[in-house]
């Protein structure tokens, strides 16, 4: 362990940088924020558009 | 640098009446000019002359004959200088060598190609013969030495004094066999298949790679050190027990990241705060969307993580996520396809998954709801699905990436390793057919 202090660093570092994400309870999710949604979308869902673009979507099957 | 030597029992060339130092004493058999490159007999009271050779650019070693260093505490003094060439698919490979003097330790010698340094010293003792992974090898004082390179060297230039009859054009065949930075190699006089009634004579010599620099700090010649160019057959690599210790080292971090994985498995609530079964047909008339009933997250800013497990077959579906802030109105808008796919063809296959999993980042605690609006082929039969909403859940995913990451450094060493070992192994007997010499590899 000792013949590498850098890689150690790094290790080291990266546990951290991992703890960090853990805890703060980041995510590799793609997500829009979005302000100030009104509040009628719980009386009308429909009324409310998504701003989220999602990519091509799969129509499957070998 | 200790002090300098011994003025040498002088002597007079026969052919152009050059004084003809000999440092060798008695041991010198053969003493060549450096003046008219007359090759004589210094065994011969009238310094016979055996050889002479003209017509050749003259060569200037790199460490002047007379000069005298310290060698393993040892004071030697270089009083021969011979430059020895192999053919290698017709192209002549040029080494030098250097004779070291001391009279109470005798004779050694450092040998020098494009930079790279050998401390060779003679062996009385014949190796063992052997073999190790597939490859012919020698025995000697336990060290297994396998067999790089076998060629017949002839001696192209010679200069000073020498322990044996030294002649230009000299041929003698050589095995090397390496123990990095050890090389054991043989020397067999004349080179087989031998003259009828000669009998050959095998020397033996133990090489040890030396820096360059550690040369210049020994007898320190003019100038610098050449730079060591491409890889050298005994050449330590400068990977050597790094790589093991860097995986080792991989490894012990590997294991710190699953004890960090279980320990924050325990840690982290994971609390289930919403979980609701539904159904979905695309032929419904009407709006698709809806919301569910609202929800409290707790705690500290953190994740979110939204289940969907369906019954989906042969199908896919679409759901549009908003996960809503009931008070500030702030919302975390996204999207997930859950396809599942499978077959009999080609015997039987599948694609994708009835569920899936996704992770919202730093949420603040609040009371919250969803926003679901499914989607699916209006030709196909409806589903049931069921959402399930947890709240400060370990996302593996990071715990992927981080080792993956930690095991970059030893993989990239790794690679180093064995391409130094590919560039050594390039000039020996057992290089690839058709590859090229490696001299491009530059020394680390």
Not at chain 2, 419 to 427: H, T, Y
Request: charged content about 20%; proline content about 9%; overall charge negative.
């Amino acid at each position: 362990m000792t013949q590498h202090p850098f890689y150690l660093a790094y290790g080291v570092l990266l546990l951290g940088l991992l703890g960090v994400a853990e805890y703060r309870g980041w995510s590799l999710l793609g997500v829009n924020e979005v302000k100030d949604v009104p509040r009628t979308v719980r009386d009308n869902p429909g009324a409310y558009r998504s701003h989220f673009r999602s990519f091509p979507r799969y129509i499957g099957g070998k | 640098m200790s002090a300098g030597p011994p003025p040498p029992r002088g002597l007079n060339c026969p052919t152009c009446g050059a004084a003809v130092p000999l440092r060798g004493l008695e041991h010198t058999q053969t003493v060549v000019c450096v003046q008219c490159l007359s090759v004589l007999d210094s065994t011969d009271p009238n310094l016979r002359v055996l050889q002479q050779f003209h017509g050749r650019e003259r060569i200037l070693p790199l460490i002047p004959l007379g000069t005298r260093g310290k060698l393993h505490g040892d004071p030697y003094d270089v009083i021969g200088f011979q430059e020895r060439t192999i053919l290698v698919d017709d192209l002549p490979y040029c080494w030098h060598e250097y004779v070291l003097f001391n009279p109470f330790k005798g004779f050694r010698y450092l040998t020098q190609y494009n930079g790279h340094w050998n401390d060779v010293k003679p062996v009385k003792a014949a190796p063992g013969f052997t073999s190790a992974g597939g490859k012919k090898a020698v025995q000697m004082l336990g060290q297994t030495y396998v067999h790089f390179q076998s060629a017949v060297a002839e001696t192209t230039y010679v200069m000073g004094e020498f322990p044996w009859q030294a002649r230009v054009g000299d041929q003698a065949a050589v095995q090397d066999f390496i123990a990095p930075p050890l090389m054991l190699s043989a020397e067999i006089t004349p080179p087989p298949p031998a003259p009828a009634g000669a009998a050959s004579e095998t020397v033996w010599s133990l090489g040890e790679y030396i820096p360059g620099a550690r040369v210049w700090e020994a007898f320190r010649p003019p100038g610098a050190p050449p730079p060591a160019v491409g890889t050298f057959a005994n050449q330590p690599s400068p990977y050597q027990g790094r790589v093991r210790s860097m995986w080792v080292a991989c490894l012990v971090l590997l294991l710190v990241l699953l004890n960090l994985g279980l320990l924050l498995s325990n840690w982290m609530s994971q609390e289930e705060v919403f979980s609701q079964q539904y159904s979905f047909s695309p032929l419904a008339p009407g709006e698709t969307s809806f919301v569910t009933s609202v929800f409290e997250l707790k705690g500290r800013p953190s994740n979110v993580e939204i289940e969907i497990h369906t019954d989906l077959s042969n199908n896919w579906a679409y759901f549009q996520f908003a996960l809503i802030n009931e008070a500030t109105g702030q919302a975390w808008d996204f999207g997930r396809e859950v396809s599942y796919f499978f077959g009999r063809s080609d015997g039987g296959w599948s694609e994708g998954r009835s569920g899936d999993r996704s992770i919202i980042p730093t949420v603040p605690a609040g009371r919250y709801y969803l926003r679901v609006e499914p989607e699916m082929d209006k030709g196909k039969p409806s589903m049931n699905y069921r959402l399930r909403v947890r709240r400060d859940v370990p996302a593996y995913s990071f715990f992927l990436i981080a080792a993956l990451l930690l095991a970059v450094p030893p993989v990239f060493l790794s690679l180093r390793s064995i391409g130094f070992e590919r560039a050594r192994w390039q000039e020996s007997d057992y290089a690839p057919s058709g590859s090229d010499d490696s001299d491009d590899e530059e020394d680390d």
